[in-house]
């Protein structure tokens, strides 16, 4: 069975005339363990699929199968326990949280589910990442590109089964970006990973397989 299956899926926000379809009937399917770039137009409707994929927003209609479990037919409260345990979701904004350091911000996902990071993991990934400077940094001393990478550690931190990362090499140059793509391939070994760009030229640089998402 595939390790994601998205069928039909529909995403129309808000209603009447100021109603906007950002998904029309898209159906996909990710086998285990690929890695796959979803690319389309600003606008095409990317981050709303990955923030449907990653349980943080509703569907209008269709139906998304993660791993066996049908995401949204399962009550609330068990979304919320999947999709901290299992999904890591980057955002296109990073939502890094301004109060707390570099640090902080990479052990609260597992803080919030009871867990407790191990801090050489988290020592670890932020020496790949070229943030070993940044240990006790708010998210404001950050540069964008720097932001970027925090926000991406702390996906890595909790080991989801499923990578969703939206637009993850905005604003990185090419060394920083080759560097990226090789911690991803590496720590996403045998998980999936799902990437949202409208950068060909960073997809042609990883050689990712590509969905297309019609404008
Ligand atoms: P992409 O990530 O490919 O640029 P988005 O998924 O952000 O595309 O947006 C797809 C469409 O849905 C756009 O027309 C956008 O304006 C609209 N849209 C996205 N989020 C919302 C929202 N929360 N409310 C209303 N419209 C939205
Ligand atoms: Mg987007």
Do not use: C
Not at 17 to 42: C, H, I, K, N, P
Not at 92 to 105: K, R
Not at 164 to 174: R, Y
Request: charged content about 25%; hydrophobic content about 45%.
């Amino acid at each position: 069975m595939a390790f994601l299956q998205v069928e039909q899926l529909t995403k129309v926000y808000g209603s009447g005339d100021a109603a906007v379809r950002a998904l029309d009937g898209v159906s996909l399917t990710v086998e285990r363990g690929e890695f796959v770039a979803v690319m389309g137009a600003s606008g095409s409707g990317k981050s709303t699929l990955l923030h449907l994929l990653g349980g943080v927003d509703k569907p209008t209609s269709g139906r998304i199968t993660l791993d066996g479990v049908s995401l949204y037919d399962q009550k609330e409260e068990e979304l919320t326990v999947f999709r901290r345990r299992q999904i890591g979701l980057v955002y296109q904004f990073y939502n890094l949280v301004p109060l707390l350091t570099v640090e902080e911000n990479l052990t609260l996902p597992l803080l919030l589910d009871g867990r407790t990071a191990d801090p050489a993991r988290v020592l670890d990934l932020l020496a790949r990442l070229g943030l070993e400077g940044k240990r006790r940094a708010f998210p404001a001393q950050l540069s964008g590109g720097q932001a970027q990478r925090v926000a991406l550690a702390r996906m890595l931190v909790s080991r989801p089964k499923a990578l969703l990362l939206d637009e993850p090499f905005t604003g990185m140059d090419p060394e920083t970006l080759q560097k990226a793509a090789a911690l991803i391939r590496e720590r996403g070994g045998g998980k999936n990973v799902l990437l949202a760009t409208h950068d060909r030229d960073a997809i042609a640089a990883l050689g990712w397989p590509v969905i297309q998402l019609a404008e």
